[in-house]
């Protein structure tokens, strides 16, 4: 089955960065864009951007732009999310998501269980 | 950027009533672009609703979208024990494609 599996929980300080993972399985990697979105804790879903796992381009809005990178290996299917300059502010679970599209619309599903990030001194 | 505003916040509610929630856009969508996911605590958001209308697969047919415009709508028609839990509204298109969630309208038991 479909299925994205993130790397596990990181702590980090202030400054830093952190550097998580999504292995996709069950699919054609190269065919469906992986997106990220974060959910700090209490609060909605941000989204900070996508790639297309078959040429590598990448979409970041503006907020994100300049301090994530995403990045993806197609040898082992795996899309990677880096997040440089570490805030407190960024303390928050990681999903990776892959987007679906049919003529009707466009969807994500399925997500990965999610990464929780915490940035602390 | 399309910003989404969910109404109510908070949506008080007994098992077996009907859910109505709300999610307004900034501007007119294209409603090929609009969605709806359900999160329950601790676990990640649930793919309900694409395309405004289309049920994803697996999802029971007491959940339906409908809207068009800057108005869409989130409707469960008969509440059970399992669908309290908070729900996001989200469009994501555009050239280049940009994503915006609502922020979320939380169903609890009443």
């Known amino acids: 089955q479909v299925q994205l599996v993130q790397s596990g929980a990181e702590v980090k300080k202030p400054g830093a960065s952190v550097k998580v993972s999504c292995k996709a399985s069950?699919?054609?990697?190269?065919?469906?864009?992986i997106h990220w979105v974060r959910q700090a804790p209490g609060q909605g879903l941000e989204w900070m951007g996508m790639i297309n796992p078959s040429g590598g381009f990448t979409t970041y809005p503006q907020k994100f732009q300049g301090r994530v990178t995403m990045t993806r290996d197609t040898s082992t299917t795996t899309v990677y999310m880096e997040l440089s300059n570490l805030k407190s502010e960024d303390t928050a679970m990681y999903y990776c998501v892959r987007e679906g599209v049919a003529a009707k619309g466009y969807w994500f599903d399925p997500w990965g269980q999610g990464t929780l990030v915490t940035v602390s001194s | 950027e399309i910003v989404l505003t969910q109404s109510p916040g908070t949506l008080s509610l007994s098992p077996g009533e009907r859910a109505t929630l709300s999610c307004r856009a900034s501007q007119n969508v294209i409603t090929t672009f609009l969605g709806w996911y359900q999160q329950k605590p601790g676990q990640a958001p649930r793919l309900l609703i694409y395309?405004?209308?289309s049920r994803a697969a697996g999802i029971p047919d007491r959940f339906s979208g409908s809207g068009s415009g800057t108005d869409f709508t989130l409707t469960i028609s008969r509440l059970e024990p399992e669908d309290f839990a908070v729900y996001y509204c989200q469009h994501y298109g555009g050239s280049p494609p940009m994503c915006s969630f609502g922020q979320g309208t939380k169903l609890e038991i009443k």
């Open positions: 069950g699919y054609t990697f190269s065919s469906y864009y």
């Open positions: 395309g405004a209308s």
